[in-house]
């Protein structure tokens, strides 16, 4: 099994570049989470998605960050423009479906860097 | 508004104590209370626990959840250094896991 995948791994950019995370849950998790980690704020849900639909996009800080699920295998989560204070480690987690929002397996994490 | 504190913040300890880690909640339609434990990369998953008094073990590890006081504590026992990492609470409802901010332990040779 090959886990939770996401890419890239690290991200550089300048301020006001469009980013582009991506996250390939594991196969048969109907269930996908997006996090945000930073030392302040330690880990933060953004939005989580059951069976492609978005559920709660309440933790997506604002209008700039979006996310799609087109299909089962995939997952996006954008920020345009990007600023200094979006730089974090942003996790993606899947999960198995049927409300067992409870044992998340966590991907390795974009760490994401704006200056 | 749902809410995970766990303490100490930090903990530094030598080889072969034990430490014990606490997490209190405040959630709403709780399900479950799951630990993990997160070394420079991703979190990795321990264990999850659903009932009171039911103790669940994993070698030196182990984890017991009072739903009617609303914590948990996180034993381990003979420390390691490769026990140095940051150690989540994370407590399940019907929606979704609301995480702590953790309580990081080093341990010393």
């Known amino acids: 099994d090959a886990g939770v995948i996401q890419s890239p791994r690290h991200e550089v950019t300048e301020m006001g570049q469009e980013v582009t995370l991506r996250c390939k849950p594991i196969s048969g998790h109907n269930s996908l989470f997006w996090y945000r980690q930073t030392m302040m704020r330690g880990l933060e849900l953004l939005i989580y998605f059951n069976n492609n639909v978005p559920i709660d996009d309440s933790g997506m800080p604002e209008d700039r960050f979006s996310a799609k699920m087109p299909n089962a295998s995939f997952s996006t989560l954008k920020i345009q423009p990007s600023e200094p204070r979006d730089s974090a480690v942003y996790f993606c987690?899947?999960?198995?479906?049927?409300?067992?929002?409870?044992?998340?397996?966590f991907g390795p994490g974009t760490r994401l860097t704006v200056t | 508004e749902d809410k995970v504190v766990q303490s100490p913040l930090s903990l530094v300890v030598h080889e072969g104590d034990t430490v014990t880690l606490n997490c209190s909640y405040e959630?709403?339609?709780?399900?479950?209370l799951l630990w993990y434990k997160q070394e420079k990369k991703a979190p990795t998953f321990l264990f999850m626990l659903t009932s009171s008094g039911i103790e669940k073990k994993s070698g030196r590890l182990s984890s017991i959840l009072d739903k009617k006081e609303l914590f948990s504590i996180l034993n381990i026992t003979a420390t390691q250094t490769g026990d140095s990492a940051v150690y989540l609470c994370?407590?399940?409802?019907?929606?979704?896991?609301?995480f702590g901010t953790g309580t990081r332990l080093q341990v010393f040779p």
């Open positions: 987690a899947s999960s198995l479906p049927s409300g067992a929002f409870y044992e998340q397996y």
């Open positions: 994370a407590v399940g409802n019907t929606d979704k896991l609301i």
């Open positions: 959630v709403t339609n709780f399900r479950s």
